[in-house]
């Protein structure tokens, strides 16, 4: 075998329009383009969000509110989720390693814990941020809050 003898697979490939080749060929004079216009010129890229001149939708809708582009964004796990995670797989420190583990968080989340439910057993828990009610919780029961 060699390059000579290669070709397509059986129906894995189309004839394409012949265009621009004559009038014989049934798509010569404008070449399927139909008669003037933009679309009918070479290089004509239609822009994103073009209605054909209407107003387009994204300008017809109002814009409301406002957008923080500087938003720190927290996954947030609760403190009766952590509970949970030490009832069941006997865990006493909480780190970004053995919630990922868990599948509580992805590895490029930054984690804050949230102050809902109660903590029964002692954790030592390693967070990007904490809630004032997280803090108090953990420290009840003898545990360490640690912001990394």
Known sequence: ?????LKPAGNSTRKGKRIGRGEGSGRGGTSTRGHKGAQS??????RLGFEGGQMPLYRRVP???F????RVAYRGINIDTLQKLA??????T???D????HGLADRNDLIKILGRGE?????????HAFTAKAVREIEAQGGVATKI
């Open 1 to 5: 075998m060699d390059l000579s003898n």
């Open 41 to 46: 010129r070479s290089g004509y890229k239609k």
């Open 63 to 65: 814009k409301f509110g």
């Open 67 to 70: 957008k923080n582009r500087n």
């Open 87 to 92: 009832d069941d797989h006997k865990i006493s």
């Open 94 to 96: 909480m780190d970004l």
């Open 98 to 101: 053995v919630l990922i583990s």
């Open 119 to 127: 903590l029964k057993s002692r954790l030592e828990v390693k967070a």
